[in-house]
């Protein structure tokens, strides 16, 4: 149903740096690269991509707003949360169980103050 997500940024090669890292541990590649744009996929369909807003103001984050990353382990989750953090993302949430359905997430934030997680639940792997 999500074809892709959009963040903005204000320092466009540092976050490209963070995504191609980070994303890269999910099996996420570039699919797409313009000047100001670039989407990364691992094929699945969806994608996550970054820019540099159009309207040439600074980029910002919205209250609420947080990109869900889907991983087929508790290990993966671990690895990428380690991972994000290692780039210079911030802690949201150390990875860990949340309420009882078998749902696992670490929370973080990207350079930009973007808000992201890495999840995993039952019938995921």
């Not at 963040?7 to 995504?19: E, H, S």
């Not at 541990?25 to 691992?42: H, N, P, Q, V, Y």
């Not at 290990?75 to 169980?97: H, R, S």
Request: net charge negative; glycine share 16%.
């Amino acid at each position: 149903m999500i074809g892709y997500v959009t963040l903005g940024t204000n320092d466009f090669d540092k976050a490209a740096a963070f995504y191609d890292a980070l994303l890269a541990e999910l099996g996420g590649k570039r699919m797409m690269e313009e000047d100001t744009f670039i989407a990364w996929s691992a094929g699945d369909g969806a994608a996550v991509s970054i820019i540099k807003p159009f309207d040439g103001k600074e980029a910002c984050v919205g209250n609420g707003t947080m990109v869900a990353l889907a991983a087929n382990s508790t290990d993966l989750v671990d690895k990428v949360y380690a991972k994000a953090i290692e780039l210079g993302g911030a802690c949201e949430g150390e990875p860990g169980p949340r309420g009882e359905s078998g749902f696992y997430a670490g929370y973080f934030r990207d350079m930009d103050g973007n808000k992201l997680n890495v999840f995993t639940m039952p019938g995921m792997g």
